[in-house]
């Protein structure tokens, strides 16, 4: 919790596991890692998940040659700036800090795109508080990004109806929109105000445009762990605008209200559990597999096509070890792909939702509606300095680019527990 | 589909195909679509160009990372 480099180790407590740390200032302390809702190690089904001996991580990030894994998606900070002051915030920002110029942002572009294949995400504090966004976008689609993503509160994107037609014009592909649930007390308690309305406009107008979104709520005990079902049929019944709910348990790094405590934690088992649960098995746990690109105790994925109120499940889990981004370009390349080919919301599609009237079985019916009502529930439960696990770390797929240096996402963002 | 438009004739019976639903499956997942079929024996015709396009395509959306 000081940052300071310890041994660790995974210890089970009946069905429970806790990764155990002893701070030679701080004494012993552990973080619970999975609440035992199903079987680890049917969840890591073989992996490599050992932790290292002697790690030098995160001394240094850059990758290394003891990195596992290649840049999947890549993510520059644009700005520390806000336009809310949330209870819960990686970046910590407090509104008034001086923003990297456009010519600083244009040269890390041109430094880390790869033609035709980088899917960049462009994120902060809140990007859209900077005038220059759509003139970002551009820079990264005329620098040939394949894919720009914008990560955000959605709060301009609701007000402004055609500030979401800029941004199209000028190339974004998605929208990562924080959204934390279908009912204002949640967002009082997060974010500090009632925010549904302007979400459910900010999905309009983005819809109005053919930008996908895709719902991030951050999962916080007793905010809105009852709330994951609810999210998750919100976000079906608005499909094709929304493109899948990627959720987010809540870490503890940035700015946070207290220390956490066991009871505080949402593991990835009880995560799947709770999806299972709260959507009355439209989702079910099979349908639900453990990273591959990434460690799989760092997150997880699920492929659907939306049927009516129902979703079909593409993806199935099974004993067959799955393919890893291992030192292997195309494979990081292939799970890019893999996520935004249903993060991007194909064109020429009617605004209206379609009815659902003929058989997802008929292959016909079915190539039409998998494209339009592909549907993914994604997971990342990022690190903090309690259950920081150099083994996770190692296996990152997902890259912050800063100043020539590519660092894994938790090790960039990563705080002590003062903040 | 240019292969719809010739007559498909069965080679073992002798039989002109006839479109009919056909079932596959393929991942775990079964789809159905009409294939020429030949009436006597139920040798069914899956031509080149139908693998490379909608086959593929279907494989393409069902597979993992």
């Known amino acids: ?161 055609s500030y979401a037609g800029k941004l199209a014009r000028a190339g974004l592909s998605f929208v990562f929109m924080q959204f934390d649930g279908t009912d204002d007390s949640v967002y009082e308690s997060l974010r500090g105000r009632a925010l549904l309305k302007i979400k459910q406009k900010a999905i309009e107008n983005c819809a109005e445009h053919n930008i996908g ?51 505080d934690r949402i593991t990835l088992d009880e995560l799947v559990y709770e999806i299972e649960k709260q959507t009355d098995g ?3 746990s099979a349908d639900l597999l453990p990273s591959s690109c990434d460690h799989p105790l760092c997150g997880f994925h699920g492929d659907f096509v939306v049927d009516g109120n129902s979703l079909l499940p593409l993806l199935k889990r099974s004993e067959k070890k799955a393919n890893c981004c291992c030192g292997d370009t195309t494979a990081a390349e292939k799970n890019r792909e893999f996520v935004a080919r249903r993060w991007l919301r194909p064109a020429m599609q009617p605004d209206q939702r379609e009815k659902f009237n003929g058989d997802i079985h008929d292959m016909d019916y079915f190539l039409k509606q998998v494209k339009t009502y592909g549907f993914t529930v994604t997971a990342m439960a990022f690190q903090d300095a309690w259950n920081i696990d150099f083994s996770r770390l190692r296996h990152c797929s997902f890259h912050v680019y800063d100043k020539g240096r590519y660092v894994p996402f938790c090790a960039y963002y990563l705080t002590g527990w003062k903040g | ?63 993992d990372k």
């Open chain 1, 1 to 161: 919790m000081c940052l300071r480099r310890i041994p660790a180790q995974r210890v089970q407590k009946g069905s429970k596991i806790f990764l155990r740390k002893n701070c030679s200032d701080h004494g012993p302390f552990e973080s619970i890692i999975w609440r035992g809702l199903s079987d680890i190690n049917e969840w890591v089904n073989g992996s490599d998940i050992s932790i290292p001996v002697e790690p030098h991580c995160p001394d240094n990030c850059g990758l290394c040659e003891d990195h596992l894994r290649n840049t999947c998606c890549v993510l520059i900070n644009v700005t520390d700036n806000c336009n809310l002051n949330c209870r819960f915030c990686l970046a910590d920002q407090d509104g008034n800090s001086p923003e990297p110029a456009f010519e600083e942002i244009h040269k890390s572009i041109l430094e880390l795109i790869i033609k035709d294949k980088t899917l960049l995400q462009l994120s902060g504090g809140e990007p859209t508080t900077r005038k220059d966004l759509p003139e970002i976008i551009s820079a990264a689609k005329e620098a040939s990004a394949k894919y720009v993503q914008l990560n955000s509160n959605g709060i301009r994107l609701g007000e402004d109806k």
């Open chain 1, 213 to 263: 979104v895709t719902l991030v709520p951050t999962i916080v005990r007793d905010v809105n762990t009852k709330s994951i079902g609810e999210i998750l049929k919100y976000a079906i019944s608005q499909s094709p605008a929304v493109r899948g709910v990627h959720f987010q348990p809540v870490s503890y790094f940035g700015r946070i209200p207290e220390k956490p405590g066991e009871s």
């Open chain 1, 282 to 284: 439209i989702i079910k």
């Open chain 2, 1 to 63: 589909m240019e292969t719809e438009k010739k007559k498909l004739i069965c080679f073992k019976c002798n039989k002109e195909l006839e479109l009919r639903k056909t079932d596959f499956t393929y991942l775990g997942h079964s789809f159905f679509t009409e294939l020429p079929r030949c009436p006597e024996c139920g040798q069914v015709y899956v031509s080149e160009e139908l693998v490379k396009s909608r086959i593929s395509d279907v494989e393409m959306q069902l597979e």
